[in-house]
């Protein structure tokens, strides 16, 4: 390719966050994001409200970006949008939408995979933050995911741990809605946690071989123990919330820990990078610096806004892919569940 400025324009709507970037080659120039607050009063997210009020939002925060970013859609490249996995009916809107504007502009569109874009997205060209070098291991923690990928190029991305059940994220919300905390509630353990001594009410790690991950145990345990003490005290939430968010966050990231020593251990890689709206947990953030010094490693940390689900992460792989001509036809399918 002899276009010196390949400008992108991404797209997300997985899940709940409607979101458009633009980037020109892999700098960010705009990366616009419209949440949606209804599903609070749910206690989680309803899909048929999601994909709603993806319809009302994506033109205005397509429109946005492009503004933003100081460019016409004229000037666009190609169009990048999220395949899956995620939501269905969220993704048929960004996945129709994207269709529609790349044959209006009879530019390239590119199918991208969520989860590999959460790692990928250490590549945008940010100041202060540095890139990767492959090989290197990825953690990607989300509500639907908890993976250890090795990373050995763009395109050629490994799954070697994952959660046998429920995701790292889940377990985070669950917790929070067993202490009567509103949704999300993920970052208000980690606020509170903050407060509290992490060794106060010890839990019990769950047994998986290998570097596979397990939560469902963890979550009955944390009923359980919440339920117990509640009878005998009926303000013991009250009284001891920090600690107990302390206590479930410590033993949450010591679950994290285990499984990274070992994928190092296992393949040699002392190069970390997290990905996922679960690596804005200022827990882990804190873990894996500490862990530069204690094991030697060269941890990689996003920045914070490319955590959460955000089309700027969509628009590095779209880049990455345009460069290699890897465009997909316009009848490629939205999935809510992907192969990796």
Known sequence: MNIQNIYTLAIESSCDDTSAAVLCNDKVLSNVVARQTIHEEYGGVVPELASRAHQQNIVPVVDVALKKAGITKNQLNCIAFTQGPGLMGSLLVGGSFAKSMSMALDIPLIAVNHMKAHILAHFIDEEGFDKPTFPFLALTISGGHTQIVKVNSFFDLEIIGETTDDAVGEAFDKSAKILGLPYPGGPLVDKFAQEGNPKAFPFTKPKVDGLNFSFSGLKTQILYFIQKNVAENPNFIEENKADICASIQHTIINILMDKLKLAVAETG????????????????????????????????????????????????????????????????????????
């Open 269 to 340: 890689i002392n190069q970390i990078a997290i990905g996922g709206g679960v690596s804005a947990n200022s827990g882990i953030r804190t873990t894996l610096k500490e862990a530069e010094k204690k094991y030697g490693w060269k941890s990689y940390i996003p920045k914070f806004e490319y955590t959460t689900d955000n089309a700027a992460m969509i628009g590095i792989v779209g880049y990455h892919n345009f460069l290699e001509q890897n465009f997909s036809d316009a009848d490629v399918v939205s999935k809510a569940r992907i192969e990796f």
